[in-house]
């Protein structure tokens, strides 16, 4: 079938994005599911960072590339052998596939699933097989398994969770990756208690979701540290306790002064080794700090590693919120309808297909929290 998609043809394009345009809008064939995919028809898809750094060429990826790994949908059509999902059924896109059967999903961290992360790296879906090509035929490669700036996306059966129809696919979006990843890092990750002190580092759409994740989880304070004047005035109204400007030359000192010592939970979510190497200096003795921000690769991070021993320290990394998606979304979206994880407040903008090399201008600039495309 046909369908419109946002394909970047090659990383690396300049800023401002509306002149250099590096996602271009156009008529794709989309092939229909094959065993264990399934057809959705895209209702709304998230502008995240990790799309940025594919544009900007800091997460190389292979090229041409249908964007996009952040949304919900409906199920249009079933490929052979997928039975529990039927035409209708409302679900989120998760972009990493577990196929169930290597080590890491054996031990029930399917984040971590061997073959996903193959088939991620390789530009299709988990089957190994492409179903995106451009009108001349050349096959386009997908990211991360989804490529849902588009009308229509054929995933992996294991790219998908069933979610509670009563809540708005533009919201229900939100919960694939910046929920997953900034809430799951708090419970899933640190396993925040009631009465913890935390700091989040970087307040981004995900940073922004873990700071949702600390006041639901209990911690006793949150404190918000970033750069941006508007997002930690965000975070406030979200429920953290203090702000910090990440730019003051003594960020870490207040931090630790309003903490008596440091934070026991810090996390990073800037995806800058400043902005970990602060949230290190933040954590108290025998404290954890978590990482969940994507640095270019290669990008090294200095510690004192007396610090590990001498200090008890614990430095984790966290991806995708160490979840299992088949829990955890329901889990997070029963909170969100009771009230006690407000998601719906992330969401900063909703725009066309057409706008979408703007609206990754506005995330640029950090003028923007969480845009959806709708369609």
């Given amino acids: 079938m046909k369908i419109r998609a946002a394909v970047l043809e090659r990383m690396g394009a300049e800023p401002p994005y509306a002149r250099s345009k590096p996602l271009s809008i156009r008529t794709v064939e989309l092939a229909p599911p094959g065993p264990g995919e399934v057809l959705v028809k895209i209702a709304a898809a998230g502008l995240c960072h990790s799309d940025l750094s594919v544009i900007n060429g800091d997460r190389p990826r292979p090229m041409p590339m249908a964007l996009g790994h952040e949304a919900a949908g409906t199920v249009e059509a079933l490929g052979d052998g997928v039975h529990d999902l039927a035409p209708g059924d409302h679900v989120v896109v998760v972009f990493v596939p577990s196929c169930g059967h290597c080590a890491p999903c054996a031990e029930g961290r399917p984040a971590l699933c061997e073959p996903g992360a193959a088939a991620n790296g390789a530009g299709t879906l988990l089957s190994g097989a492409r179903r995106l090509a451009d009108e001349d035929g050349r096959p386009l490669n997908h990211h991360l398994g989804c490529s849902v700036f588009a009308e229509y996306a054929t995933v992996s059966r294991r790219s998908l969770v069933k979610v509670d129809p009563e809540v708005p696919l533009d919201e229900a979006a939100l919960f694939g990756c910046a929920v997953l990843t900034g809430v799951g890092a708090v419970v899933n990750t640190a396993r925040v208690q009631v009465g913890a002190s935390t700091a989040v580092v970087g307040l981004g759409g995900v940073g922004l979701a873990a700071v949702l994740g600390a006041v639901a989880a209990g911690a006793r304070q949150v404190v918000a540290v970033d750069l941006s004047p508007a997002k930690l005035d965000e975070a406030r109204r979200l429920g953290a306790t203090h702000a910090v400007d990440a730019g003051s030359a003594d960020a870490a000192e207040q931090v630790r002064a309003l903490s008596d010592g440091g934070v026991e939970f810090a996390f990073e979510f800037a995806g800058a080794v400043k902005a970990l190497d602060l949230a290190y ?67 900063s903008g909703r725009l066309r297909l057409d706008d979408i090399n703007e609206g990754f201008d506005r995330l640029h600039e950090g003028r923007a929290v969480r845009q959806v495309v709708v369609f």
């Fill in 281 to 347: 200096r933040i954590t108290r003795r025998g404290g954890t700090t978590v990482t969940a921000g994507l640095p270019p690769p290669g990008v090294p991070f200095g510690l004192p590693a007396v610090s590990l021993v001498a200090e008890e320290r614990t430095l984790k990394g966290s991806y995708i919120g160490t979840c299992v998606p088949s829990r955890d979304i329901p889990r997070y979206m029963a909170l969100y309808r009771q009230g006690r994880l407000p998601v719906d407040r992330l969401l």
